[in-house]
């Protein structure tokens, strides 16, 4: 990708390189993310960098990304609060909520413990640790939320990695977690996972994923017309997928620029991450129609790779709730008082 303003190609063919050679392996993954510690963490100068680097593995591989950005979202939610974290762990973050699963946090003399259940769970087990939010009840009898750091090597936890039948990112599985009694420090206070300016960033760390598994898909259509003489229909799709795809890399820049400039803290923050997440998976949505209406079933029925790369990020920007974060967005708009534009 081109997000930095001093592109370093040796380095990011390198890095897309390695990222290929993960070819779907999560244990691959687990090692690339591992060696990539030294990215910088969003909001310190050089978030471009970072939204880069995710955009280059997603380009090359999506089970790759998936891991790298939640290990890497991981470190720089531990680097906010100063809790340390060891070279040699690997760490994923498991913030989901689901319908009649609770985990729930209780201080005691021995510290905290977690019991309940943990949906959305990636690689629970495989990673050394998570970071995890749990309810807590508050003395007035509210119930909040706090961030928790587990290791997940302990015992007491029960992965259900049967629970995950899924096609796309099929090694990163993403099912449910009993935990029974088990140990867990607390990272922040009450509300602060949710609140600290990090929250929104990470969003828009997603979606320069997305963005990139988009890319790997135009690289496909792109080649393709240089096999054969391309068609007015094949030219427009290329067209509109450039179209796509370049606004979205406009788009994550001055994202990035805005994080390193303070201009996205707060509600400006959250706005800025509902717009980048929302204009990338529209654009996602739209590669990959014109991808499926400008090459056909041949790719999918006989090219592993890309009808991996489809399947994988068919699902992953799913992670954007469609219309409802839409509706999400519009709230925001509307309690602003004025319009944006």
Known sequence: MR??????????DDLATASGAVNGDARRALTLASSLASVPRPGEGHTALLFDTLSTVGAADLTAARVVEAHLDALAILHQAGYPARPDQTWGVFAA???????????GHGGWRLDGVKPWCSLAGLLSHALVTAHVARPDGTIGRRLFAVDLRQPGLTVHDDAWVAR???????GPVDFSHVAADPVGGDGWYLSRPGFAWGGIGVA????????????????????????????AHLGAVDLAVTGCEQV????????????????????????????VAHTVDEVIFHIGHALGPAPLALDARHTQRFADLQLYVRQHHAERDDAALGHLLVTRGSAPW
């Open 208 to 235: 320069a994923v997305w963005w990139g598994g988009a890319v790997g898909l135009a690289r496909t259509l792109f080649d393709s017309v240089h096999s054969r003489t391309p068609d007015q229909i094949a030219l």
């Open 3 to 12: 997000l930095e303003s001093h592109p370093r190609p040796a380095v990011r």
């Open 97 to 107: 909520e689901g319908p009649e699963m609770t985990l729930r946090a209780t201080p």
């Open 252 to 279: 994550l820049a001055a994202a990035a620029a805005a994080i390193d400039e303070g201009a996205a803290d707060g509600p400006a923050g959250a706005l800025l991450a509902a717009r980048v997440r929302g204009l």
């Open 168 to 174: 796309g990112l099929a090694q990163v599985t993403s």
